[in-house]
C-alpha cells in the first residue's frame, strides 16, 4: 500500500478474512460482494474492523453472483432481485450505524442494470458506483459502458464509474473520461470533431482523423479539435472549433479560433496541423498558466 500514488480498494469475493487482512494492510477502501461474502456475521466482523478507519466499503453486487436464496425468490436474474440483494446488505449496515458505503448493481445485460440502478436510486440516498460489466472487448464494450453508465448520469444517478473492457486498462480511464466529456461533466482533456466523410470528400480523412485522434488522445487541455471533409459543410464546424481542418480537393484550409490560418496540400496538411495544435495547446496553457506540451 505504501508503494501506490493512488488509493488502493480491495475487492473481496468469498473469504471474509480477506477483507480482514486487507483492512488490517492499510486498504483505502473495501468492495464486498454480498453474493457471495456469506453470512451477516461474517459482515458484522468486516464492519467492526473497518469502523475505526471509518473505511468506504462498497456494497458490490453482481448479476453474475447473486444470493441463491434471492434467486429462487425471483425466479431468476431480475433488477429486483439485485435491489433486495443490495437493500439486505445495505439495511444490515444501517443496523451496525455504519454509514461510509457505496453501492453497485452490476450487470452485463444493460437493460437490467438501468432498471436497478434506477430502482434502487428512488430507494436510498448512499452514492453509487456505476458500470456494465463484463462489458467486452473494446468495440462492443465501449458502447454498451457508454450506454448504461450515460444513460444513468444523464439522469443524476452515479458517483463514480468503472468502464469494465477486455483491454488495455489504460483504455478503460480514457474511455470513463470520454462518457463523461459527452455529457459536459469532465473538461479533462481535447474533445474531436470529425465528419463522416461523403461523396464530397477529397482528401484521404479517414486515415487523417485517426491521426489527429491519436495526438487529441495525448492532449490534458480543453480544447475542441476539428477534422472534417469538404469546403461545403467544413468550415462551419472547423471555425467553431479552436482548431479545424476543412480538407479540400487535394488540400486543406487550417482554422484557428474562426480565421483560416494556412491553406496547405494535402502531403503537408497533417504535419503541418501537428505544429499548429502544438502552438494551441501551448498558448491555451500559458492563457491558464498551466505547464509544457510536445506531441
Ligand atoms: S463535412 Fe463535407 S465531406 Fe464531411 S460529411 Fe459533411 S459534406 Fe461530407
Same mark, same amino acid.
Given at each position: ?8 480498494? @480491495?475487492?473481496? +469475493? ?7 487482512? @486487507? ?5 483505502? &477502501? ?40 434471492? $434467486? ?14 443490495? /437493500? ?12 461510509? $458505503? ?26 453509487? +458506483? ?52 459527452? /455529457? ?7 474533445? /474531436? ?14 486515415? /487523417? ?24 459543410? &467544413?468550415?462551419?464546424? @472547423? ?11 487535394? !488540400? ?18 497533417? !504535419? ?18 498551466? &505547464?509544457?506540451?510536445?506531441?
Amino acid at each position: 500500500m505504501k508503494e501506490s500514488c493512488i488509493p488502493v480498494i @480491495a475487492d473481496i +469475493h468469498f473469504d471474509y478474512k480477506l477483507a480482514l487482512g @486487507a483492512i488490517k494492510a492499510g486498504v483505502d &477502501g473495501l468492495r464486498i460482494n454480498p453474493g457471495n461474502i456469506g453470512s451477516e456475521d461474517k459482515v458484522v466482523k468486516v464492519i467492526e474492523a473497518a469502523r475505526d478507519k471509518k473505511l468506504p466499503i462498497r456494497i458490490g453486487v453482481n448479476g453474475g453472483s447473486l444470493d441463491k436464496k434471492i $434467486m429462487e425468490k425471483y425466479g431468476g436474474l431480475c433488477p429486483e432481485a439485485m435491489v433486495e440483494s443490495a /437493500l439486505e446488505n445495505i439495511y444490515l449496515l444501517e443496523r451496525l450505524n455504519y454509514p461510509w $458505503m457505496k453501492v453497485s448493481l452490476k450487470s452485463s445485460k444493460v437493460p437490467m442494470m438501468l432498471r436497478a440502478y434506477e430502482q434502487l436510486a428512488e430507494k436510498v440516498d448512499y452514492p453509487f +458506483h456505476i458500470g456494465v460489466t463484463e462489458a467486452g472487448t473494446e468495440k462492443s464494450g465501449l458502447i454498451k459502458s457508454a450506454v448504461g453508465i450515460g444513460a444513468l448520469l444523464d439522469k443524476g444517478i452515479g458517483d463514480t464509474l468503472r468502464v469494465s473492457l477486455t483491454a488495455d486498462p489504460i483504455k478503460e480511464i480514457y474511455a470513463g473520461y470520454e462518457i463523461l466529456k459527452v /455529457l459536459g461533466l469532465s473538461k479533462k482533456g481535447a474533445t /474531436l470533431i470529425s465528419c463522416p466523410t461523403c461523396g464530397r470528400t477529397e482528401i484521404n480523412l479517414i486515415l /487523417l482523423a485517426q491521426k489527429v485522434e491519436e495526438l487529441v488522445e495525448k492532449i490534458d487541455v480543453p480544447i475542441t479539435v476539428a477534422v472534417m471533409g469538404c469546403p461545403v459543410n &467544413g468550415p462551419g464546424e @472547423a471555425k467553431e472549433a479552436d482548431i479545424g481542418i476543412a480538407g479540400g480537393l487535394k !488540400q486543406g484550409l487550417i482554422f484557428k479560433k474562426g480565421k483560416i490560418i494556412a491553406k496547405v496540400k494535402e502531403e503537408y496538411l497533417y !504535419q503541418e496541423f501537428v505544429k499548429e495544435l502544438e502552438k494551441t495547446v501551448q498558448e491555451y496553457k500559458e492563457e491558464n498558466n498551466e &505547464g509544457f506540451t510536445t506531441f
